[in-house]
């Protein structure tokens, strides 16, 4: 997937293909994260579609839901979307960070030969 420590870091039209690569995972990882908040909440709390659209962005942004929740089933989805959308946060996070940090820690390789006396 990436180079590897003993061969020549990537051109950077191949790390920018490769960053494009990263970032189109991590939105269609974001568009799935969002359907399953707007189908939770369309469904068991009985909200619209764009009510659901709403909450479930908030959520998944960090910013918490907009419309009160009037069931228990609606309760406790909206808790466990609350800490999935936590996860998917890091994971969208590793997932577009790591081809830069991947270069960047390629570029700035010390063998250890260079520590040898």
């Known amino acids: 997937m990436f180079e590897r420590k003993h061969q020549k870091i990537a051109s950077v039209s191949v790390f920018m293909k490769r960053l494009a690569g990263y970032i189109a995972i991590a939105i269609l990882l974001i568009l799935f994260s969002l359907f399953i908040g707007m189908a939770g909440y369309h469904w068991l709390a009985g909200l619209s579609w764009v009510d659901s659209l709403l909450n479930a962005s908030m959520i998944l942004g960090g910013m918490g839901p907009v419309n009160p929740l009037t069931n228990t089933s609606a309760k406790i989805f909206a808790s466990l979307y609350a800490l999935f959308s936590g996860l998917?946060?890091?994971?969208?996070?590793?997932?577009?960070?790591?081809?830069?940090?991947?270069?960047?820690?390629?570029?700035?390789?010390?063998?250890?030969?260079?520590?040898?006396?």
Do not use: C, E, N, T
């Open 88 to 117: 998917v946060f890091i994971a969208v996070m590793g997932i577009v960070f790591s081809p830069i940090v991947h270069r960047m820690l390629h570029k700035f390789h010390i063998d250890d030969k260079d520590f040898q006396k």
